[in-house]
């Protein structure tokens, strides 16, 4: 039988592979936008806090048109 720790590593890596997964599919596309900046921008959405300045080119883009595209997929 497998251990209740076992069984939360599992759980964690797959969300973790998952998340990065995720934010990868979203910063490859025709428009270059760096890793960090999807990143960024995420959470920004998410919890309201930015590192640095975010392009809002770069948040429409990644918002309005490819993180849908990623979660869809």
Request: net charge positive; hydrophobic share 55%; aromatic share 10%.
């Amino acid at each position: 039988m497998h251990s209740n720790k076992s069984i939360s590593f599992a759980y964690v890596s797959a969300i973790l592979f998952v998340v990065i997964a995720l934010l990868l599919g979203v910063s490859l596309g025709t428009v270059y936008i760096p890793f960090q900046e999807v990143i960024n921008v995420v959470l920004y959405k998410v919890i309201r806090v930015s590192f640095t300045s975010i392009d809002p080119t770069n948040t429409d883009i990644v918002l309005m048109v490819r993180m849908p595209r990623v979660v869809l997929a």
